[in-house]
Nanobody
């Protein structure tokens, strides 16, 4: 059993900052890629940022220069530092990770429950 638990969402004014955290727990052998997605009302879920096991990062064009993804492998945790937030960043943010559980020979895709980020103008 693997769980991804997100925290750090909330309400912030435009120009403000938030830091999201996502901790993976359970019978984990290894984690490769970790990332953050978001879904605004009436829109499809989209990739915000991702980081692989080697620390290489990838960002959506809309957040480049404002958001920073990082991870702490010892804690099985991924972070998303969000600066200069805009109203269009309002969405439910989901954590995602590719995890191999102990005793398995393949990775599986896991999702967190989501955390709401609301940016007021």
């Amino acid at each position: 059993q693997v769980q991804l638990v997100e925290s750090g969402g909330g309400l912030v004014q435009a120009g403000g900052s938030l830091r999201l955290s996502c901790a993976a727990s359970g019978n984990i052998f290894s984690i490769s890629a970790m990332g953050w997605f978001r879904q605004a009302p009436g829109k499809q879920r989209e990739l915000v940022a991702a980081i692989n096991g080697g620390g290489i990062t990838n960002y959506a064009d809309s957040v480049k220069g404002r958001f920073t993804i990082s991870r702490d492998n010892a804690k099985n945790t991924v972070y998303l530092q969000m600066n200069n937030l805009k109203p269009e960043d309002t969405a439910v943010y989901y954590c995602n990770a590719d995890i191999m559980i102990s005793g398995s020979y393949y990775e599986r895709d896991y999702w967190g429950q989501g955390t709401q980020v609301t940016v007021s103008s």
